[in-house]
């Protein structure tokens, strides 16, 4: 079987014989347009029971996927949990030890990397700093084979530049650009082959953070206007949580939880997703209830809480390790003199130490029975009420269905 990809599509190639044509031996294949499931969602990209072993470390742990087409897809997780290998494998740069990976319905293991619809933009760029901006996006279009005509890549070459942009900048030294816009020039290389997907790897890592987040909005605007698959790596969840359609949490080599930000935001499956993707106050305990669908646990110090299971965790079961999770957003701070409502949960507690970060402030609590709690408050709250500060003696408190119960691992 084969594989070729012409005008964005990937079609297999299979069944060969050779016919007499006119006196000449020609090849001749049945072609397919790759991925005819009849499934409404196309897939883009798929794992099958990918497993990858580098002699003892195991850095992809029979993983099983599928990335929708023209969707923007990320893998987050921390160092070494096997994001950069996932993309390598995708981009062909490493084989499964195990399991297939398709990439438009057909399996492409095995297939050499510039063979395959995909295109990687690296960390660190990889610009050719002998070539002008120009040059260096036109590079892919040089090397194909028949290499289209010199008008053609140029028109090609300043099409992308506005995509990306840098109209203009063409005759640019790659050393004469900023680091955003050298960026820019990366991407632009990537997209001028027009692959199917685009594979990002930690792209915005050399970035400062307001140049991030400016990034960050003009890749999310650069792939809805192109519309192919974006596949991102990254460790920086609040980059995941702003940029993506869908997110694979990973944990030494294996999925934990996929899903959209807010699914995992709302509903994580333990407390390494919650712990993960944003910022969580925990307290730990034991399950000794199990209903449906809430469960009670006892904390450690002795407060019992009532809850439900986020969707999909495993369930917990009496006498397991537990912990209460309360996202610091949900939590309200007064002065010990207001009243609370009916239902709360409420503690006292001392402000240790506020940071105001713009829009919200982020505030430490030290309570006798949880320890440091972190709440953050919105300005506008702020602006209403008086805000604390350091000394001071509050109550903080939350409402009942604020409490998620996850799973201590
Ligand atoms: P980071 O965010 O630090 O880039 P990552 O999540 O992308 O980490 P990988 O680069 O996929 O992690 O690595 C996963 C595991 O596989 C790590 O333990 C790493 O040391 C190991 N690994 C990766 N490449 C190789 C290799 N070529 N040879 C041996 N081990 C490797």
């Not at 030294?173 to 199917?196: D, K």
Request: with cysteine; net charge negative.
């Amino acid at each position: 079987m084969h594989l070729l990809h012409t005008h964005g599509r990937l079609f297999v190639l299979q069944n060969s014989r050779t016919i007499d044509f006119e006196g000449e031996q020609c090849t001749c294949w049945r072609i397919e347009l790759a991925n005819q499931s009849g499934d409404s969602r196309e897939i883009d990209i798929e794992f099958r029971g990918v497993t990858k072993r580098y002699d003892e470390v195991v850095a992809v742990d029979d993983v099983s996927l599928t990335v929708e087409r023209g969707s923007f897809f990320s893998f987050l997780g921390p160092s070494g949990c096997g994001k950069t290998t996932s993309l390598r494998l995708i981009a062909g740069f490493d084989q499964p030890t195990e399991g297939d990976v398709f990439i438009g319905g057909a399996s492409v293991v095995g297939i050499p990397p510039h063979k395959r619809p995909v295109n990687m933009v690296f960390q660190q760029y990889a610009l050719f700093p002998h070539m002008d901006v120009s040059e260096n996006i036109g590079y892919g279009l040089r090397q194909r084979d028949p290499k289209p005509t010199k008008q053609e890549i140029a028109k090609r070459v300043d099409e992308t530049l506005e995509m990306v942009r840098l109209s203009g900048y063409g005759k640019r030294r790659v050393w004469e650009l900023s680091g955003g816009q050298q960026q820019r020039v990366a991407l632009a290389r990537a997209l001028i082959n027009r692959p199917t997907c685009l594979l990002l790897d930690e792209p915005l890592a050399a970035l400062d953070r307001k140049l991030r987040r400016e990034m960050q909005i003009e890749l999310q605007t650069l792939q809805r206007e192109v519309g192919i698959t974006f596949i991102l790596v990254t460790h920086d969840q609040e980059e995941a949580l702003s940029m993506s359609d869908r997110i694979c949490i990973m944990r030494e080599g294996q999925i934990i939880q996929s899903g959209s930000p807010r699914e995992l935001y709302d509903e994580p499956i333990n407390r390494y997703v919650a712990d993960f993707v944003g910022k969580t106050n925990f307290f730990s305990g034991e399950v000794i209830d199990v209903g449906d669908p809430d469960i009670t646990v006892k904390s450690n110090s002795g407060q019992v809480f009532v809850g439900p299971q986020p969707k999909g965790a495993p369930l917990l079961v009496s006498g397991s390790k537990a912990c209460i999770a309360v996202r610091p957003e949900m939590i309200s701070m007064s002065t010990t003199a207001e009243t609370i409502n009916g239902n709360d949960i409420a503690i006292q507690g001392r402000v240790m130490n506020r940071i105001f970060l713009g829009e919200h402030s982020e505030y430490l609590i030290a309570t006798e029975e949880y320890g440091d709690v972190l709440v953050l408050s919105p300005k506008s709250i702020e602006s209403m009420n008086r805000s604390f500060a350091p000394g001071d003696n509050i109550s903080i408190s939350w409402r009942p269905e604020a409490v998620l119960v996850l799973g201590d691992t």
